[in-house]
């Protein structure tokens, strides 16, 4: 996704080939060396976890969605916080888009639905919550059809291996 092309001639160190590096509860990830993984039961929608940290509540990861992929409807029971990188996006709910450079601050209890343009997107995004349970998925109606909880993101998330001292 980066371009590292003009990075190649130097000694990026022990991450250039690693994708995830631990030092006690510091994590360095090389996002670039990380695959996509499909989001269960959401088509067209992929994630690359980058840290999940179950005693504070939070989950930081890329979120990639496809041409006029959508998903599901939900609310956030966790303070969302997203960096749009490529593409477009929107909430069906509003009529604005999102574009690289975009932040975009969600307390919890905001209810959306997000798609992406033909173009297509992805976003950085950290969830931090009070519990367990991120998102709530939402029928038309209003309903809570599922809960998407830090379980749900560990599935995504392959933990560094610890870094001698
Ligand atoms: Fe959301």
Redesign the pocket.
Known sequence: MFDLKPLSHLDLGILGGTARTAYGEIQNVNSNLIDWKAVDGQPGNYIKVLALDPARHRVDFLFKQDPHAE?AR?N?VCT?VALTLEGIWGYREGEELMFPGTFSY?PSG?V?T?YASGTGMVVYASFQGTGPVM?ETLDDDGNITGELTLDFFAQYYDAPALQPA
């Open positions: 998903f939900h956030h969302a969600e905001s959306h997000p998102l």
